[in-house]
C-alpha cells in the first residue's frame, strides 16, 4: 500500500512521517540504518551561525515516561553545515523532503542563517526552532515567548527566503493559540508544535542532576496528550498547515495528530530505541483505511488547507514504504 502524496505548504510530501529536529543529525548518520527515502522527511539538526560543541555530559536521561535532554545545541555552525552537510543530502534524497532547522540567540542570529542558506540545495523549507533564549531581552526568555522577539524573527526572516517558512513554538506557553496566530501573521507557512517541555531528574540518592547542565527538556511518550492538544487547540484558530510531535512511538499516536489537525507529524525519541520506528509508522499508516486529510478522502478532522494533488507538476512518484 502506498499513500497519494500530499501538498503540504506547498511542497508534495509522499507520506506524513519525517525525523524531528535533534534526533536525526543531518541524515548520513542514520543512512546505513535508516531508509530516509521511506520517510515524508527529515528535520535536521537545529544550525547556529558559530560551531557548538553543546552541554556537558550527560547529556541526557531516561525516566518512566520520556527523557530529557540538554544537548545545548551542539552544531557545526551554518558554515560547515550548508557546506558539508547539505550536500550529501542533496545527492542522496529525492522522495524524502528535509526541512533545515535554524536557532539563534539574537534576532539577527536567525536573519543570517536564513540568508547564509537560502542559496543552497538539497532543502524544501525552513524550520525555525524557536525555542532558544534570547540574549538581548532581559532574562533571556525564548522567543517563543516573547511575542515581539518571535514577529520580529519571522517578519524578518520571511523577507530573506522563499521558502516556506515553518516556526516550531514551545508548549509552556500559556497563550499557545495567540502565539500561532502572531507567527502566521508575521509570515510562517507552518507550525510546528511541540518542541520538548522544561525539565529536570535528580538522582534520588545524592539529589544531583542526571543531565550535566541540571535541567533540559522532555520528550517522549509523557509529552503526546501535550502536543495533541496544542496542535487541536491551534488547528481552530489558524489557516496554516501544522506538524504534530511529541512522543509518537506508533501509527495510532501519529493518527492522534492527524485527527487533531495535523497535516504531518515528526519522530523523535522514539527512534533512539528503535532507530527504524518512523519508517515503520510510515508503512503503517499506509496500510489504514480512511486517514484524515490531506492523506485520505474522507477530509475527516483534517485541515483543508493541504489538497492531494493540488499541483501535479510538483508531486514526485512514490515507491512502497
Ligand atoms: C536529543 C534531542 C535533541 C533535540 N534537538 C533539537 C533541535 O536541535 N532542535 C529542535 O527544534 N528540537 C530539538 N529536539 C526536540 C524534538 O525535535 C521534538 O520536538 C521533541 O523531542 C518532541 O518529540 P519526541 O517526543 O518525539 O521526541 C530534540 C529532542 C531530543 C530528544
Known amino acids: 500500500m502506498t499513500l497519494r502524496p500530499a501538498e503540504v505548504f506547498r511542497v508534495a510530501f509522499q507520506n506524513p512521517v519525517l525525523l524531528a529536529a535533534g534526533t536525526c543529525g543531518f541524515g548520513r548518520e542514520l543512512s546505513g540504518v535508516v531508509d530516509l527515502e521511506a520517510l515524508g522527511g527529515m528535520v535536521t539538526k537545529s544550525i547556529t551561525m558559530a560551531p557548538r560543541a553543546g552541554n556537558p555530559a550527560p547529556r541526557v536521561a531516561e525516566f518512566d515516561a520520556g527523557m530529557v535532554n540538554s544537548i545545548g545545541l551542539a552544531n557545526p555552525g551554518m558554515e560547515r553545515a550548508r557546506d558539508d552537510k547539505l550536500p550529501w543530502l542533496a545527492d542522496h534524497l529525492r522522495r524524502a523532503r528535509v526541512l533545515v532547522s535554524v536557532a539563534g540567540h539574537t534576532v539577527e542570529e536567525y536573519v543570517e542563517l536564513v540568508r547564509g542558506m537560502e542559496a543552497a540545495d538539497g532543502f524544501a523549507a525552513f524550520e525555525i526552532n524557536l525555542s532558544c533564549p534570547n540574549d538581548q531581552r532581559l532574562g533571556g526568555r525564548a522567543f517563543s515567548l516573547d511575542r515581539d522577539a518571535l514577529t520580529a524573527v519571522i517578519g524578518r526572516c520571511r523577507a530573506e527566503t522563499s521558502r516556506p517558512l515553518i516556526a516550531k513554538l514551545a508548549p509552556n506557553d500559556p497563550d499557545l493559540v495567540d502565539t500561532a496566530r502572531a507567527a502566521v501573521d508575521a509570515g510562517a507557512d507552518g507550525l510546528t508544535l511541540i518542541n520538548t517541555l522544561p525539565g529536570r531528574l535528580l538522582d534520588p540518592g545524592d539529589g544531583h542532576p542526571r543531565i550535566g547542565a541540571g535541567q533540559g527538556g522532555m520528550s517522549g511518550p509523557a509529552l503526546r496528550p501535550v502536543g495533541v492538544h496544542a496542535v487541536n487547540a491551534v488547528a481552530g484558530a489558524v489557516d496554516v498547515p501544522l506538524i ?22 515528526q519522530v523523535g525519541t522514539a527512534s533512539f530505541a528503535a532507530p527504524r520506528a518512523a519508517e515503520r509508522i510510515a508503512r503503517d499508516l499506509a496500510r489504514r483505511r480512511d486517514l484524515p486529510a490531506p492523506w485520505g478522502a474522507s477530509g475527516r478532522g483534517g485541515p483543508s488547507h493541504a489538497s492531494p494533488g493540488a499541483n501535479p507538476a510538483a508531486v514526485p512518484s512514490t515507491e512502497p514504504v
Open 244 to 265: 504534530g510531535v511529541g512522543g509518537i512511538l506508533n501509527a495510532d499516536h501519529a493518527l492522534e495528530y492527524l485527527h487533531a489537525g495535523a497535516s504531518l507529524v
